[in-house]
């Protein structure tokens, strides 16, 4: 066999889009089965993985090799593997771990509405709910399991994104911030580790605030500054705090979904107060963007979207607050800071 693939003819592009979906899945399994955890030690054979994980030893083999492949993994030539710089970050619990977006991704909640995506494109609703009668968010509380990893692998983004929007703001001179829809609280630890003088509140659904006490990253030296608030934003914001941030939760939403949670927000935040979003900034016309991709995840997903700068003008307008400037960050979020008038 020759060293070397023969390249691929114009329009490559296309071609290694059709790659990566593949590789996409064949990241699930390694993230699934725990490959790279099980590789800490060392180079181990896909026999002895096969035998570990219960699977086909040589579907594993090929999968593995199609990894080693793209430098996720090594290969040497006698069907063993070992870690490298990349499948480090498919470990469990390593800073900056991707373990559990993988799994999220290729999870019966988010990999199944793609296989329907023109039923979204035909509609303009999300594929999760035709696939599943309920709503994305109703469909997690109904399965606690998928709840779990959709939990895991949005403390995965924000364990990545956490300290570029912690810096990217001042949260510490309004005194208190409530981070509403926080999941499991780690935005908010980044948050106050980088703002001493600043009291935080996690609120959220009451089972995700579970685990957030189960991941305990408001404990420690964060203990004495952080609460937890069992809240479902469609009826009440729980009031206390001067500043409210949402990362990443309108984009969730249809335009009317958002405004029955700001309009919520709005009843809670004092007339001194500031709302803080952080969402998926969406560059400009033919610029690549994580929010661009996001954007059609959220469309068969949740039923939400991302939006550019004017329309959170216009969506914070209708529901009383007045949108005073957009940060940029480190990461590719904006933080929007609105006034209430
Ligand atoms: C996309 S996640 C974002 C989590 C977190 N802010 C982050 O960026 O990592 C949306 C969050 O909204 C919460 N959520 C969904 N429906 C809710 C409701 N009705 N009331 C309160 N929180 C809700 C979910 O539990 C989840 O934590």
Known sequence: MTQQAPSNPVPAILLRTRELFILHQTLYVAAKLGVADRLEQGWRSAAELAQEFKVNED??????????????????????????????????????????????????????????????????????????GVDGFEHLRRNPELARVFDNAMTNMSQLSGPAIAAAYDFGAWGSLMDVGGGNGILLSHILRAHPGLRGVLADQDQVLDHAREHGYLNGDLRTRSTMEACNFFEHVPPGCRAYLMK???????????????????????????????????????????????????????????RSVDEYRELLASTGFRL???????AQFAVIEAFPV
């Open 324 to 330: 005073n400037k957009a940060f940029p960050t480190a």
């Open 59 to 132: 579907a594993l083999y090929r999968a593995l090799r199609l990894l080693a492949s793209q430098g996720i993994f090594e290969e040497d030539n006698a069907r063993s593997f070992r870690n490298t710089e990349i499948s480090n970050f498919l470990r469990t619990g390593v800073p900056g771990s991707m373990r559990s977006l993988f799994i999220y991704w290729g999870s019966d909640f988010a990999y199944p509405p793609f296989g329907q995506i023109m039923h979204s494109i035909e509609t303009g609703e999300p594929s999760r709910t035709f696939l599943s």
């Open 248 to 306: 990443n939760v309108i984009h969730d939403w249809d335009d009317e979904q958002s405004r029955t949670i700001l309009g919520n927000c709005r009843k809670a935040i004092p007339n001194d107060g500031v709302l803080l979003l952080a969402e998926w900034d969406l560059f400009g016309e033919n610029v690549p963007a994580n929010g661009k991709f996001i954007d059609v995840a959220m469309l068969l997903l949740t039923g939400g979207r991302e």
